[in-house]
């Protein structure tokens, strides 16, 4: 079959490489042209383990390729996948959907035989109502089918959590795109893959709903972290105690600084934003916003208290700096919030990490980068207080 990926980032990108991995013919588009030249020169511009290799791999046998033609990608295409960002609105706490509704605009005016429109971006319960009036606008509705394939891969294991998702969600209104995406899928699902078809709105809820069951999840155990400093128990007695259980898993269910990402931060916000459009009250997820906003809060009280509150030329190293392990993705992560804190109150901060340097603390006083593990240990002899954050961990944040 022949697939578009329109947005070549995170989502985008790895899910572009494994479709074409699996025997489909993939165009990978963005609008950013730097992004679309290094990727057509070989070199993958984020960090994800294996990424780099399949990438290579299918753009030699040109099963892959790469665009920033919108316009012919389209036209060429039967099923396009949006994976555009869909941000948190600036100054709000819904999700941005311009890039969404520019994407749906340019095509409507591409859509030159039948083609299957999928959102596998994150988007709000009535977004795909809302794509397919825009369609509506220039196309006859026997040229378009609009569904909604929310995605779930975890960066840092993205390419395994593709290739054997738990789930594969359809949310579409007719039958004919939901036989065709069996079909697509079908690699998946007899590998084991659960398949789960639905209406659109449903599949565009199931993806909210999860997250900000999984965020929920994180912020519990830190709070009950909490609980076991003032106690004297050690949370990860707990995390196992409670793990063992198989009504609640193991997984998500490990202490650490609050969860951040490109995901959990925005779109618990979100789904807050889309209950209160429809009147309803979502306070569990309410409140785990703001306990999560507290536990950096917390871990910086702890921090001070550690150090008698006398942080001045105090030397804090940083072991990792990511929102989690394996990943480059600094979107929202605790040490966005932490290191500017400390620095702000005269500490000395170092840090590692194992996908280089932060662009984002170039301008923090006293913050500097140690290019390797083996520097980092000869620094950590010097250093007053040791902070270990989402990076050296495997499980925060989506
Ligand atoms: N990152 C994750 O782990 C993850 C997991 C599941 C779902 N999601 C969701 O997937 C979506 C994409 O996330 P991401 O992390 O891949 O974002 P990203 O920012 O890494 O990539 C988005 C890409 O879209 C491109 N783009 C924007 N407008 C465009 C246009 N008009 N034409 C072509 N390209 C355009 C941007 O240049 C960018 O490269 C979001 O809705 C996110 O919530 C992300």
Do not use: W
Not at 12 to 40: A, E, R, Y
Not at 202 to 209: C, M, N, R
Not at 274 to 302: G, H, Q, W, Y
Request: one cysteine or more; charged letters at 25%; aromatic letters at 8%.
């Amino acid at each position: 079959m022949k697939l578009c990926m329109i947005g070549t980032g995170y989502v985008g990108l790895v899910s572009g490489v494994c479709f074409s991995d699996l025997g489909n013919d993939v165009i990978c588009v963005d609008k950013d042209i730097n992004k679309i030249n290094l990727l057509k020169k070989g070199k993958i511009p984020i960090y994800e383990p294996g990424l780099s290799e399949l990438v290579l791999k299918n753009y030699k046998n040109k099963r892959l390729t790469f665009s920033s033609d919108l316009k012919t990608s389209i036209k060429n295409s039967d099923i396009i996948f949006i994976c555009v960002g869909t941000p948190t609105k600036k100054g709000g706490s819904s999700a941005d959907l311009t890039q969404i509704y520019n994407v749906a605009k340019e095509l409507s005016l591409s859509i030159n035989r039948f083609k299957i429109i999928i959102t596998k971006s994150t988007v709000p319960v009535t977004t795909g109502d809302e794509i397919e009036k825009i369609l509506s606008k220039k196309n006859s509705k026997n040229k378009f089918a609009v569904v909604s394939n929310p995605e779930f891969l975890r960066e840092g294991e993205a390419i395994r959590d593709f290739t054997y998702p738990d789930r594969i969600v359809i949310g579409s209104n007719d039958k004919k795109s939901n036989r065709i995406l069996k079909n697509l899928y079908s690699p998946l699902i007899s590998k084991g893959a659960q398949y789960l078809h639905t209406s659109r709105r449903a599949a565009e809820l199931i993806k909210y709903s999860s997250n900000a069951f999984l965020a929920t999840k994180i912020t519990f155990i830190n709070e009950i972290a909490n609980l076991c400093e003032k106690t004297e128990i050690n949370i990860e007695d707990i995390s196992i105690g409670m793990g063992l259980d198989k009504r609640i898993g193991s997984r998500f269910l490990r202490a650490g600084p609050a969860y951040g990402g490109s995901c959990f931060p925005k779109d618990t916000k979100a789904i807050i934003s889309t209950a209160d459009k429809f009147k309803t009250n979502l306070s569990v997820v309410k409140s785990v916003i703001k306990s999560n906003e507290n536990r950096s809060k917390i871990l910086l009280d702890r921090i001070y208290q550690m150090l008698n509150k006398k942080i001045k030329n105090k030397k804090i190293t940083f072991l990792g700096v990511t929102f989690k392990a394996n990943t480059d993705d600094m979107r929202d992560s605790s040490s966005l919030s932490m290191i500017p804190a400390l620095s702000k109150k005269g500490a000395i901060i170092r840090y590692f990490d194992p996908t280089g340097y932060k662009k984002e603390f170039e301008k923090i006083k006293n913050v500097s980068f140690i290019n390797n593990i083996k520097k980092s240990l000869i620094v950590l002899e010097n250093t007053t207080l040791l902070f270990f954050i989402n990076s050296f961990f495997n499980q925060v944040g989506s």
